[in-house]
């Protein structure tokens, strides 16, 4: 049968892939990344008047306007950075459809875009079909540093997009000030735009800020914020994964461009969801900061018990995950190992090797720790009678 051979070569995500092991054998998910509580009330009882009361029909295509106005507030105040938020702010259904719009919008066949490895799964095939020609960035470990001199090998003058994220998503790197400003310099010195993948935004550890490319001016003084378009997720701000709302902010003829796209993927995204986002963008944003410092404690706790039981655990500055290397406890690949750990001791965690187009290093796993301090408790004790018998 006829079929695009970009996505008929695909397997099953490995995040559905490994949920779907972690049901069949009972297990503690800390694969897939996903809260086990649900976003601020408040944030929901919005919704939920919405959808009795509406409105329920095709909101605007680009975004409610009081959604948009919600999020142009947002980065004002966080980073200091002004987008209009009738031309400039693009409401989409998550990160997600962002991320499509934004490669769709801005790469063409032929065009080169460089992709930071580790990575979300989804930014290749999406490139692969857009037919752009993906140059990668692989990061090594334990640091996981992007440098200057990575940069300048991988951009050359076709290269149309950069796609980065950060804080970064499997790793936990959060990309410090030096690191940020050698990626604003390679910017300015090439005809590429950058495509900021900023769903983590708010859950960066330790102090640590998280530093949107944006807000940098670079070396020979261009501006990143004419350079960037920057995407967010409600899902991961509020822990309402399922709900789908994203966005991305830009300049006017990048964002007039991804609304092009956007509205022949989706078109709209729910309104309930939207005014529900509204409210929590306005009057919740307490919930992210505690969730944050819930998050670290959990990490700790992961990370000491993990390293007990034999796991070398890498630190992680930000988002919803740690990785530990696995081979002082097994000389097996990470997705054998996660297929064993899921079975035998009933815990599910992702092999990193995902997130590499060429499959290494494969003896590092993912877990995620967006959980009840009382499950990951309980996910050690099991790790711990299984490991250490
Ligand atoms: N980018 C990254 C780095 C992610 O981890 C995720 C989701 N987990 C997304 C994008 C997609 O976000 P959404 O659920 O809003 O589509
Ligand atoms: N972003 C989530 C993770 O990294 C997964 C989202 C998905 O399953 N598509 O775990």
Redesign the pocket.
Known sequence: MPTNPVFASLPT?I??VMSALAVRHKAINL????PDIDGPEAVRAVAARALMDGPNQYPLMRGMMELRRALSAHAAKFYGLAYDAESEVLVTSGA?EALAAAIFGLVARGDEIVLIEPH???YRPIAEAAGAVVKAITLSPPGWRLTAEALASAITPRTRAILMNTPL??VGRVFDAEEMQALADAVARSNAVVICDEVYEHLTFDGRPHIPLATLTAANGAAMKDRCVRIGSAGKIFSL?GWKVGWVMGPKPLIDVLANVHQFLTFTTPPAQQLGVTHGLEREMDFPLALTQRLEGNRDVLARGLQEIGFDVLPSEGT??LTARIDGLSNEKDLAFCERMVRQAGVAA?PLSSFFAGGTPDIYVRF?FCKQRSLLEEALTRLKASFRG
């Open positions: 995500s995040f559905t694969g897939q990344g996903f997600t979300y799964d989804a998503n499997p994964t919803y995950f992702i995620a």
